[in-house]
């Protein structure tokens, strides 16, 4: 069995990261949104550089955050 590249991660890190389930890492991959590299006939990666730009992205920031509704404490 192979490690994975030190400059890599797997999809299910990244959803874990994004608080996504895997097959929504897999359809942004599929869809072009998320860049990844095949390993093998089924392994994924995504290189580091990669997973932290998506995460840097998807990030809820103070700023972009929704207003509370009314009446919300």
């Known amino acids: 069995m192979s490690t994975p590249a030190p400059d890599s991660v797997t999809t299910v890190w990244l959803a874990q990261q994004l608080g996504v389930s895997p097959k929504t890492v ?18 994924i990666r995504i290189r580091c550089a990669d ?5 840097e992205q998807m ?3 103070p ?5 509370p509704l009314d009446g919300a404490k």
């Open 51 to 55: 997973a932290y730009a998506v995460i």
């Open 26 to 43: 897999l359809r942004r991959i599929h869809d072009g949104t998320i860049p990844a590299i095949r390993v093998g006939p089924r392994g």
């Open 59 to 61: 990030a809820v920031h």
């Open 63 to 67: 700023d972009r955050m929704p207003a």
